[in-house]
């Protein structure tokens, strides 16, 4: 269970997860892409 597993999801669309979830793969993909899609 990572806090990025459902956030790549979900941030796959609107943001580009391959920025962030490659990056870090946790923290960065929760901020990066949790943040605008719970926005949406």
Do not use: H, K
């Amino acid at each position: 269970m990572r806090p990025g597993s459902r956030a790549v999801r979900a941030g796959i669309g609107p943001v580009s997860p391959l920025r962030g979830l490659r990056v870090d793969g946790q923290v960065d993909v929760d901020e990066i892409v949790v943040r605008p899609t719970v926005r949406r």
